[in-house]
């Protein structure tokens, strides 16, 4: 846990293994013993070694200490309050079911949901292959300007969807947010030239836009710090399965060019957004306000979970993270809350990494329709073409943020991405792809895509750095609207009088990323610095002015001298 208790008013408590008492004695203010400390924090295809699905799993925590414990006690009207109870205890068995429940329920509509919005938001790059540009009467310049426009709408989105979903909760939004953009999606059945393009880029951008970080805000509420980077991993999965599905899809729906006499990139658009608007439909079902708000018309009158379920959920969360009893899910944030967020500077490095670290390779993702047509691939062969990395990223991706997870080396592990994509942007450099052979040049494009995307340790990362639920709602949004502002980059580095070898724009991509590896050093080394100046703070104090600090300090979030950031 990041909020360091005292540790001469912790010696106070009597740890678990300490506990003696007569079994037939009548306990009435009885503390319930705790689980043993894990020293490493097991991962999900995890079980320790003397694993014993009847030990207590209930972990220490500040609420342990009568003496602080108070100053960490949730709001008055937090919607999981009925269940919170610093002394309930639950086995290492309990919890492990309640978290794969917590996977089927939540979890997995989620990242279904995510497909959704990938497949309306990436079958542009299958239209490609389709002679959209050709049927539109566009360059690749438009194309440019296109993914520019909806870079920019999609970062104008961000703060007003995570406010409204903030203030009406991520349950209503979000599945009304699905069925916006399909309509737009859908919709574009009927482009008829430059301008009705970049208007259905701008309106799709900026529906679309906020849905990804109210996600990251959803699931927080059911999972803690380690559980969430490995899920988040899960959720990007939904991602690249929505692009794996999409060039499927595409190589069938493609083929129903000239029914009608439409192109087959206009079915593409408007089956594929039907297709979402059903998804849009079934998550106003799928998805329950909170851990214990699940109960309703739909789901049964008894909800999801067991009450005793629901306790598990809730106390494992707050014990995890003190923070999270801070705001109700249907709180707004006040512009007051919402400039502490903006300014908070513990928070500044993590979007400098998130505005340039993808950078690298979305250019030549965009690219890569275009590129394999350029070389001599078929319309259905190139999408099937694309495959192949996506499988090979999704495995990757996972990888990494389990090393991240069992290592706690959050910055190093997701600057391996860089160090992947180094080789192969230096061939694509110096190398003539259009004399080379084209199966190598695909490989290595293909190789080069299939790098281990940070995107789920570095959103954990924000989300494990902001120790509020405002800042962590505000945070998610603000790095993904430096994230697309560097999509705004990315797509103008490619460019048409640098065709076809790109060599200007892979020479940029190769600065760029030295540029990023130099982000993550300067990154750690400001977290280790900050925690050594608050460890050496907090450790001159007495326990007395400790405990007087919990109790009249005017530091909140992740300014307090309790809290540690991690790197």
């Avoid at 009435?28 to 207590?56: C, M, T």
């Avoid at 400098?352 to 965009?366: D, E």
């Avoid at 073409?385 to 190093?412: D, F, H, N, R």
Wanted: include cysteine; charged fraction near 20%; charge should be neutral.
């Amino acid at each position: 846990m990041a909020t360091v208790v005292p540790e001469k008013i912790s010696e106070k408590s009597i740890p678990a293994d300490e506990i003696e008492y007569d079994p037939n004695e009548e306990r009435v203010d009885a503390i319930p013993p705790l689980g043993k400390v894990e020293e490493h924090k097991r991962l999900w295809f995890q079980k320790s070694k003397h694993y014993d699905p009847n030990d207590i799993a209930t972990q220490p925590s500040v609420y342990d200490n009568p003496e602080i414990a108070t100053q960490y006690q949730p709001r008055d009207d937090w919607e999981n309050l009925h269940r919170f109870s610093p002394l309930s205890r639950w086995t290492w068995g309990e919890e492990n079911k309640v978290v794969r429940k917590i996977d089927w329920r939540i979890m997995a509509w989620t990242a279904i949901m995510f497909t959704a919005m990938e497949l309306d938001r990436a079958n542009l790059s299958q239209s490609l292959t389709d002679n959209f540009l050709e049927d539109m009467h566009m360059t690749t310049n438009d194309y440019n300007l296109g993914n520019t426009v909806y870079a920019l709408c999609f970062l104008a989105g961000e703060f007003p969807a995570q406010l409204l979903a903030k203030w009406l909760g991520p349950d209503r939004w979000i599945p009304s947010q699905i069925v916006l953009f399909s309509v737009v999606s859908a919709s574009q059945f009927a482009l008829s030239g430059r301008s009705s393009f970049l208007a259905c880029r701008a309106l799709l951008a900026f529906l679309q836009g906020g849905f990804i970080p109210e996600c990251v805000l959803y699931l927080s509420y059911y999972y803690k710090h380690h559980e969430l980077t490995i899920r988040l991993g899960f959720f990007w999965t939904g991602m690249f399965l929505a692009d794996i599905i999409a060039a499927i899809v595409a190589f069938g729906l493609l083929h129903m060019r000239g029914v009608q006499g439409r192109s087959g990139w206009r079915w593409l658009f408007l089956i594929e957004g039907l297709i979402t608007i059903v998804i849009g439909l079934c998550s106003y079902v799928m998805m329950p306000p909170g851990p214990t708000q699940t109960a309703s018309w739909s789901r049964g009158k008894n909800g999801w979970f067991t009450p005793r379920e629901e306790t598990i959920m809730v106390n494992r969360i707050i014990r995890d993270d003190p923070s999270k009893g801070t705001m109700h899910n249907r709180q707004p944030i006040t512009p007051k809350l919402l400039w502490k967020s903006l300014t908070d500077v513990d928070l500044w490095p993590l979007y400098a990494i998130g505005l340039t670290f993808n950078i690298p390779t979305f250019s030549p993702q965009q690219y890569l329709n275009l590129s394999l047509r350029g070389l001599g691939f078929d319309t259905f062969q190139t999408n099937l073409l694309s495959i192949p990395y996506l499988v090979l990223k999704i495995i990757t991706m996972m990888a990494l943020a389990t090393l991240a997870e069992y290592t706690g080396q959050l910055a190093a592990c997701a600057s391996i991405f860089q160090i992947w994509c180094l080789p192969f942007l230096i061939y694509l450099r110096v190398v003539d792809t259009t004399k080379a052979s084209k199966w190598l040049t695909w490989g290595m494009i293909s190789l080069l895509l299939a790098a281990p995307l940070g995107h789920p340790v570095q959103v954990g990362w924000i989300s494990r750095n902001s120790n509020t639920v405002r800042s962590r709602a505000v945070g998610a949004a603000l790095y993904n609207m430096f994230l697309q502002a560097g999509v705004i980059i990315s797509s103008n580095i490619y460019r048409a009088d640098d065709a076809p070898l790109y060599r200007r724009g892979n020479s940029i991509l190769i600065g760029i990323l030295s540029l990023n590896l130099v982000l993550y050093v300067l990154a750690k080394s400001y977290y280790v610095w900050r925690n050594r100046v608050r460890e050496r703070r907090w450790n001159g104090m007495t326990p007395e002015e400790q405990l007087v600090y919990l109790a009249d300090h005017q530091d909140a979030g992740n300014k307090r001298l309790d809290f540690r950031l991690a790197s």
